[in-house]
């Protein structure tokens, strides 16, 4: 495994050393010990969640603004350009983000701390997206930021217009949203 650190703090990117031959391949998606010493977090994944989604599904911003999440994600079938967006207010990268194409081909992972909002949009004609959480889901501090607010200014690979849940389409703003310390 080799483990890629990004502009932002805490933000890695995962990728597994992958065996292959004619007859397919075969990695390790996830080992704790190996992840603990390779990017010195000690994570407890205590829920493992699975999406499908059709081609330009945008699903995000989200966070949790109590029980937060640290997620580390993947795809197994298709593509998704993924985003993380520093939500805490002492970084000196509070409001920054990143994007990474994760694939089922690339076999990326990206491991997104507590502390930041996260969203994808699918690049193929569909995507199974998979990701592990160190929180459980608590619906009553889920949060949205907009996925196109300005003041982030994410250049998220559009073809055309993205197709969003209700929730997505009413995400809050940066300067409105609520943050981490």
């Known amino acids: 495994m080799k483990v890629i650190s990004t502009n932002i703090d805490g933000l890695l990117v995962v990728e597994p050393n992958v065996f ?46 109590e029980q937060a999440q640290g997620k580390l994600v993947r795809v197994t079938a298709g593509s998704v ?60 501090h889920e949060r949205a930021i907009l996925w196109n607010d300005p003041a982030i200014g994410i250049e998220w690979p559009l073809q055309g217009e993205p197709l969003l849940s209700g929730k997505d389409q009413k995400g809050a703003l940066l300067a409105e949203a609520d943050a981490f310390p």
């Open 20 to 65: 292959g031959d004619d007859r397919g391949f075969f990695f390790e998606s996830f080992n704790a010990r190996r992840f603990a010493e390779l990017t010195g977090v000690e994570a407890e994944f205590v829920q493992d969640n699975h999406s499908r989604s059709a081609k330009n599904v945008l699903r995000g911003l989200h966070y949790q603004i």
């Open 81 to 140: 350009f993924d985003v993380a967006v520093d939500l805490r207010k002492s970084s000196p990268t509070f409001g920054k983000w990143f994007g990474i194409e994760l694939s089922a081909e690339n076999k990326r992972q990206l491991w997104i701390p507590p502390g930041f909002a996260h969203g994808f949009l699918v690049t193929s004609d569909a995507a199974e997206f998979l990701y592990k959480t160190t929180d459980y889901y608590a619906p009553q």
